[in-house]
């Protein structure tokens, strides 16, 4: 079975447990598309192959590392999420455990990563789908990693700088193909990559850095998040209230246009709204 069709078995089989998690609420009807959200999960903890489990009931058996489920509907709610190395069944005790929300109408990842200091842990990412302007993509980097705070570059260039576990970094770029690396941060010692990243028209591509630097099993997983094209007339000037909102929730500090300008990315033009420290 290739990891994609395991993916997409696995997402079938989380959509009948948390369906039936969610609250009794989700036992008398099916909700309506405005009160559920979309939920993938990426397994980002090297050397561990893992059952997820949401309350008693297996969600993702076998969940093997660097595997990304496809997205699935699930009803809004709270789930106690609990990890436990393959086999061991509820019994035995979780290397994860966590109560995650999931609010309504939100496109969401769940994230079983390793912190800075490699300790498991997991952490609910907000996707944002809001409108990208015409012509241009949405690129966001995550680090998830056991690692220092590092730079993301683009031509050698760094964009994103001085990202730290477990945040992330977006911005809005011309829609092509970008040469992007991983350093340590104010270094030039390259952690990860370089990797050629195909930034379609209308999408966010998410970025994940994971694995461990002292294993030296770091490594890169890519996202996309598709349905943010915005018409060629009427392109919005600056953010849009859903994307100030997701902003909110992060500790954002903002990089300014002119020494965007400044960085010379030849072909694209970054418009970064923020970057998380």
């Known amino acids: 079975m290739t990891a994609r069709v395991a993916g997409a078995a696995l997402a079938a089989g989380a959509v009948a447990v948390l369906s039936v998690t969610a609250g009794s609420s989700a036992l008398a009807q099916p909700r309506a598309a405005d009160e559920q959200a979309t939920v993938s999960v990426l397994h980002g903890v090297p050397g561990l192959t893992v059952d997820v489990y949401a309350g008693d009931k297996e969600l993702i058996p076998d ?3 660097g595997t990304l489920t496809d997205p699935m509907k699930l009803d809004a709610g709270s789930y106690d999420i609990r990890i436990f190395q393959d086999g061991q069944g509820p019994d035995g005790t979780p290397a994860i455990q966590k109560t995650v929300d999931v609010p309504a109408g939100a496109d969401a990842t769940l994230v079983a990563h390793l912190t800075a200091d490699g300790e498991p842990a997991l952490h609910a990412y907000v996707n944002d ?3 990208v302007p015409a012509g241009q993509a949405r690129l966001t980097v995550r680090h998830v990693a056991a690692a220092p705070a590092v730079d993301v570059r683009a031509d050698g260039t760094p964009v994103f700088e001085d990202l730290v576990n477990p945040k992330e970094a977006k911005g809005e770029v011309s829609a092509g193909t970008v040469s992007a690396d991983v350093v340590l941060a104010g270094t030039d010692t390259v952690a990860l990559g370089p990797a050629d990243l195909d930034l379609a028209e209308g999408t966010n591509t998410i970025v994940y850095a ?7 099993n770091l490594a890169l997983k890519t996202q996309t998040v598709t349905g943010m094209h915005s018409a060629p007339k009427g392109v919005p000037a600056g953010e849009s209230g859903q994307a100030a909102a997701h902003n909110e929730r992060l500790p954002l ?3 300014s246009l002119g020494a965007l300008s ?4 030849a072909g694209v033009v970054f418009r970064l709204r923020a970057s998380s420290r």
């Open 63 to 65: 969940f093997e590392p």
């Open 129 to 131: 789908t809001s409108e």
């Open 210 to 216: 994971w694995g461990s630097a002292q294993d030296e």
């Open 253 to 255: 500090g903002a990089l």
């Open 262 to 265: 400044a960085l010379g990315v």
